[in-house]
């Protein structure tokens, strides 16, 4: 079931990329990333009434609190140097090199959470790093 839902972030991002990249014409960047981050809080917030997963704010431990609001931060900080970058850049190029967070993940996710790192992560990271450059240059 991870795979599907793995896909669909991969299409929703794709058309996340032009969608914003078309809106964000004459908006500034900010006041764009804003606008698009209500709209996702209304849509998270409706999920967690739809799902009545609201009862479980109050289980969650200090730890996963720091970690989340630590995630909301990097976030928060991804989309808006995502939107000035699409602002001022062409998206064939943008999101290539924003897809470099697959590289990044895979080194963080070796040297933090002690997740195994393979020849095979070792050649797609090439791969991926090798193909993003391609594809800027």
């Known amino acids: 079931m991870w795979l599907i839902f793995a896909l669909l972030s991969a299409v929703f991002a794709a058309l996340t990329s032009i ?4 809106g964000i014409e004459g908006v500034n960047s900010n006041l764009a990333t804003a606008i698009r981050t209500v ?5 998270a917030w409706g999920m967690v009434f739809l799902t009545h997963a609201q009862n479980g704010i109050s ?14 931060l990097a976030t928060g ?12 850049g062409e998206a064939s190029k943008v999101v290539p090199i924003d897809k470099l967070s ?10 933090f959470l002690h ?3 393979t020849a095979k992560s070792l050649i797609g ?13």
């Open 39 to 43: 709209v996702v809080v209304i849509m």
């Open 115 to 117: 997740e195994q790192f």
């Open 59 to 72: 289980e969650i431990s200090r730890k996963s609190w720091l970690f989340l609001i630590l995630s909301g």
């Open 77 to 88: 900080g991804s989309w808006l140097c995502y939107y000035r970058a699409l602002q001022l």
């Open 19 to 22: 969608l914003a990249k078309v």
């Open 102 to 111: 697959v590289v990044i993940t895979l080194v963080l996710a070796f040297v």
């Open 125 to 137: 990271c090439v791969l991926i790093g090798a193909g993003t450059l391609l594809m800027v240059i």
